[in-house]
C-alpha cells in the first residue's frame, strides 16, 4: 500500500516550457487534491476533484490544468511555464467528504522555473 | 479566505508546553491539524467535527469552539519530535464540504 505517489520528485524548467505532474492513489479514495506550498503562504488549493468525472478550481487556478484520469490518478498540467511558478507541489487524497475524512499527502514535486 | 493562525512560530524547551490557535472568519463543520517536518510532506494529526467529535492521535489535544470559529492546538511536555511546521485546515459548515482551506502555519522548534 503506498499511498499517494508523485513523479517526479524534482524538476527544473525554463520559462514557457510545459510539464504535467502526476499523482496516483491506492486507497480507493473518491477526491483528489492539488496544492502548491510557497514560503510563508501555507497550502494553497489549485484544483480539486471530488469524485472521478469532476474538477473545480481551488484558490490559484491560473495558469494551470488539471485532469482525472480515472479514479486513481490526478495529473497536474504547467501548459506555459512561468518563475511565478517555482514551488512544490502536492498532491493528496481523500475519503468523499473530506470535511470528515482525513486528507493523505505525497512526497511533493520541488519545481524551479528558470 | 485562509484562516489565520497564532503564533507565526514559537521555540520551546523540551518538556514544555505549547498551545496553537487557528480562527476563520467562516462558520465551520470541522478543523484539521497536520504537521510537517522539513522537506517532507504534511501529516495528519487530528480532525475536530461541528458537534464534539474528534478523531485522531490519542497523544494530541486540540479544541473547537463553534460558535467562535476557533480552534486550539495544545502539545504538553513537548518533545523534540515535535518540531515542524503546524497547519490547520478548515472545513465549511456543511458536512459534505469538498475541500479544506489551510492556514499560513506554525513554526514549532523544540530544544534541548
Known amino acids: 500500500n503506498a499511498g499517494v505517489t508523485q513523479t517526479p520528485k524534482f524538476q527544473v524548467l525554463k520559462t514557457g516550457q510545459s510539464m504535467t505532474l502526476q499523482c496516483a492513489q491506492d486507497?480507493?479514495?473518491?477526491?483528489m487534491y492539488w496544492y502548491r506550498q510557497d514560503p510563508g503562504m501555507g497550502l494553497r488549493l489549485i484544483y480539486y476533484?471530488?469524485?472521478?468525472?469532476?474538477?473545480d478550481k481551488g484558490e490559484v487556478p491560473n495558469g494551470y490544468n488539471v485532469s482525472r484520469l480515472n479514479k486513481r490518478e490526478f495529473s497536474l498540467r504547467l501548459e506555459s511555464a512561468a518563475p511565478s511558478q517555482t514551488s512544490v507541489y502536492f498532491c493528496?487524497?481523500?475519503?468523499?467528504?473530506?470535511?470528515?475524512?482525513?486528507?493523505?499527502f505525497g512526497p511533493g514535486t520541488r519545481l524551479t522555473v528558470l | 479566505q485562509q484562516p489565520v493562525q497564532s503564533p507565526q512560530a514559537v521555540i520551546l524547551r523540551e518538556g514544555e508546553d505549547a498551545v496553537i490557535n487557528c480562527s476563520s472568519s467562516?462558520?465551520?463543520?470541522?478543523v484539521h491539524w497536520y504537521r510537517q517536518k522539513h522537506g517532507e510532506a504534511p501529516v495528519f494529526l487530528m480532525i475536530?467535527?461541528?458537534?464534539?467529535e474528534q478523531k485522531g492521535h490519542e497523544k494530541i489535544s486540540a479544541s473547537f469552539n463553534e460558535k467562535k470559529q476557533q480552534s486550539s492546538l495544545y502539545l504538553t511536555a513537548s518533545q523534540l519530535s515535535y518540531s515542524g511546521t503546524y497547519f490547520c485546515?478548515?472545513?465549511?459548515?456543511?458536512?459534505?464540504?469538498?475541500?479544506?482551506?489551510f492556514g499560513t502555519g506554525t513554526r514549532l522548534q523544540v530544544t534541548l
Open positions: 467562516k462558520a465551520l463543520y470541522s
Open positions: 486507497m480507493n479514495h473518491n477526491s
Open positions: 493528496a487524497s481523500s475519503g468523499r467528504w473530506v470535511s470528515t475524512d482525513t486528507q493523505y
Open positions: 475536530l467535527l461541528k458537534g464534539g
Open positions: 476533484s471530488a469524485s472521478e468525472g469532476t474538477t
Open positions: 485546515g478548515t472545513g465549511l459548515n456543511t458536512g459534505t464540504a469538498s475541500k479544506l482551506t
